[in-house]
């Protein structure tokens, strides 16, 4: 099962910031280009009309025809390359007139739909929009206009309809298009990084007191502190004192357990000795009395089933347990330690201990604890045991991806039952009657274990 990991407030926060401004920039990208397109759409569409007005002020009349002078004064339409064009047509569809540098193309080059929409247009209408001439894109402005004539002849009025067309080539139009296209992105983007840069900035520095605190708890996990000394802003001071107080209230709390559990146990100690001397008293006497005698096996009994619980409570008090906030220990020096005194003590029996863990591995809570369940296991291993123990400390992740310390000791001995295992782990049940002991190490190592939240599991060894 892969175990995701929440993103930390900063990366959330530039995430949110990121997509933000992907956004902002996009669509401030997209209203300033439709923006500029519009308006070279529309500077375009007045300049073509200019030049509209400018041709149809140039038309004269003479013997009853349109003429027009093919230099104008407009030099565009004179130029050629220059990607104007300039067109007369009659209601017939004929063309009249053309400007210079349209006189480089067909008879014909004006499609049949779009000459049909000129014919259409009624006296003073206006038409404009993006078309092809010869396979060319262009802008066009067209107006219909009706000249009245007065006839030589015949000294009657007639009225001639023309419609005049003025285009120009969009490679300009395209052109600005993609230069401005190109500024606009790279502008924005260069102003997307910079307001990146400096949100990431700010964040960094508003964020600086949360790691300064959790600087601070890093410190206390360690040992060098023992409280959150730090200069924080009113936003975390009250959490910071909050802290502050949960952990004195928890050492007094620890301090006053270990105490108690302590008084309790030293208090009972002088009793349980005088009952003690009295049994061991009253054998020396040898009473003939049976039921006296058998009274007096079961209060000594008693006795030192009260004594094995005083000293299991004092076991107990002297054990610390875990604390809101755990101090990191490196493992290696303590398990070489207790390795050494198991093998002074079991020097007879034991052959070796194979210690396998690295200089990386650490536990993170009360030195004490460890030694008790690692000494523990280590003195049941050894008493036993065939004389081959292995022993291995390492990090790992548990279901919730809390960093845990897995701790393994194996043996070569002749393993216990099935049957059996669910009990021994009860305090005071042993499996083996022959050695000497009480049955409450394992119990010790549980009760420890079940503190921090772990697990204990008995199985099968590979070394036998």
Not at 226 to 249: C, D, F, M, V
Request: with cysteine.
């Amino acid at each position: 099962m892969i175990i995701r990991h929440p993103y930390s407030l900063r990366r959330r926060m530039l995430i949110s910031a990121g997509v933000v401004l992907l956004l902002f920039i996009v669509i401030t990208a997209l209203i300033l280009d439709q923006a500029f397109k519009r308006s070279l759409q529309t500077d375009l569409q007045d300049r073509l009309q200019t030049q509209l007005y400018l041709v149809l002020g140039a038309a004269e009349f003479e013997h009853e025809q349109l003429y027009l002078p093919q230099a104008l004064n407009f030099p565009k339409l004179n130029q050629l390359g220059s990607g104007s064009i300039a067109l007369i047509v009659n209601e017939q569809g004929q063309e009249v007139w053309r400007s210079g540098w349209a006189l480089g193309y067909a008879e014909n080059f004006v499609n049949q739909s779009l000459l049909s929409g000129l014919l259409q247009q009624a006296p003073g209408q206006q038409g404009q929009g993006k078309i092809e001439i010869a396979g060319q894109p262009f802008f066009y402005t067209s107006l219909g206009v009706t000249w009245e004539l007065q006839g030589a002849a015949s000294g009657r009025a007639s009225l001639k309809r023309y419609t005049l067309l003025i285009a120009e080539h969009s490679v300009r139009f395209d052109k600005s298009i993609s230069q401005y296209r190109m500024f606009l992105w790279f502008g924005l983007g260069l102003l997307a990084l910079i307001l990146l840069t400096l949100f990431t900035l700010t964040l960094n520095w508003g964020l600086s007191p949360l790691k300064q605190l959790a600087d601070d708890l890093n410190g206390i996990e360690t040992g060098q502190e023992s409280r959150l000394s730090g200069h924080y802003p009113k936003e975390l001071t009250g959490l910071a004192e909050n802290l502050n107080r949960l952990l004195q209230h928890e050492k007094r709390q620890h301090t006053r357990y270990r105490n108690t559990l302590s008084n309790l146990a030293h208090s009972l100690k002088t009793p349980l000795a005088v009952l003690r001397g009295l049994v061991d008293q009253h054998h020396l006497v040898q009473s003939s009395d049976v039921v006296s005698s058998t009274h007096v096996d079961s209060l000594a009994q008693q006795v030192t089933r009260m004594d094995e619980i005083v000293q299991h409570q004092l076991q107990r008090a002297s054990h610390v347990g875990p604390q809101s906030i755990q101090q990191t220990l490196e493992v290696l020096p303590l398990l070489e330690s207790l390795a050494h005194v198991i093998e002074k003590v079991y020097q007879e029996t034991l052959q070796c201990i194979d210690i396998d863990t690295g200089s990386e591995v650490v536990f993170k809570g009360v030195k004490a604890d460890l030694m008790e369940i690692v000494g523990n296991l280590l003195d049941n291993a050894a008493k036993y045991g065939g004389g081959l123990i292995r022993l291995a400390l390492s990090n790992a992740e548990d279901d919730s991806g809390r960093v845990c310390c897995r701790i393994l000791v194996e043996d070569n001995g002749q393993g216990i039952a099935d049957a059996v295992i669910a009990d021994i782990l009860r305090r005071g049940v042993r499996a083996d009657q022959k050695k000497k002991g009480k049955g409450i190490g394992l119990d010790m190592v549980v009760y420890i274990v079940d503190q921090y939240q772990g697990k204990l599991h008995l199985g099968r060894s590979s070394l036998g």
